[in-house]
T-cell receptor, first 113, second 116 residues
Framework: KNQVEQSPQSLIILEGKNCTLQ??????????LRWYKQDTGRGPVSLTI?????NTKSNGRYTATLDADTKQSSLHITASQLSDSASYIC????????????FGAGTRLTVKP | DADVTQTPRNRITKTGKRIMLECSQT?????MYWYRQDPGLGLRLIYY???????NKGEISDGYSVSRQAQAKFSLSLESAIPNQTALYFC???????????????FGPGTRLLVL
């Protein structure tokens, strides 16, 4: 069972609108949570990374939030652009030496003009 | 030039054939990883290496093997390819915990593999 669940699976919005993507996880003990953007046919690119003590991290028009108590994260995209069309992947790491990372299946975002 | 390169970018092979996917990086990172991505599923870790002498199995290592020929090179082999190994394969690198943003990975462009 995947320990990282993302919603919605897909989303279509108009250019200029805002949107929020969700990530719920059960990975434990928690180390950090990352959001990646993956354009079609390309490898994922890191947007943000948050550790336990951080509850907000911004990268331009992207703002990620983390609630470690409820094990939820969100990625908010402001004033969407056509180039934001991509898959957004939530990745949660467990604390420890081994590389125990769990990837969500991603949310496919389409921004239309 | 790309920091993480993968060859080939696309490959079609037949069941039972041995194939190798190669990954090279110029980022100077000590950690390298191989993932596969299937439609509707998250990336899944096949193997990872924290340095040249350190190789570790990931979540789905059966049917795969790897070789870390140098700090900059990490190869993935399918000894006898089968159709359910058809997927998109990604190589990634990262710094160790001692330096840089913790855990940020840099991915290659991917290799699309079709096993007939």
């Amino acid at each position: 069972k995947n320990q990282v669940e993302q919603s919605p699976q897909s989303l279509i919005i108009l250019e200029g609108k805002n949107c929020t993507l969700q990530c719920n996880y059960t990975v434990s003990p928690f180390s950090n949570l990352r959001w990646y953007k993956q354009d079609t046919g390309r490898g994922p690119v890191s947007l943000t990374i948050m550790t336990f003590s951080e509850n907000t991290k911004s990268n331009g028009r992207y703002t990620a939030t983390l609630d470690a108590d409820t094990k939820q994260s969100s990625l908010h995209i402001t004033a969407s652009q056509l180039s934001d069309s991509a898959s957004y992947i939530c990745v949660v790491s467990a604390y420890g030496y081994n590389n125990d990372m769990r990837f969500g299946a991603g949310t496919r975002l389409t921004v239309k003009p | 030039d790309a920091d993480v390169t993968q060859t080939p970018r696309n490959r079609i092979t037949k069941t039972g054939k041995r194939i190798m996917l190669e990954c090279s990086q110029t980022k100077g990172h000590d950690r390298m990883y191989w993932y596969r991505q299937d439609p509707g599923l998250g990336l899944r870790l096949i193997y990872y290496s924290f340095d040249v002498k350190d190789i570790n199995k990931g979540e789905i290592s059966d049917g795969y093997s790897v070789s870390r020929q140098a700090q900059a090179k990490f190869s993935l082999s399918l000894e006898s390819a089968i159709p359910n190994q058809t997927a998109l394969y990604f190589c990634a690198t990262s710094v160790g915990l001692a330096g840089g943003p913790v855990g940020t990975q840099y991915f290659g462009p991917g290799t699309r593999l079709l096993v007939l």
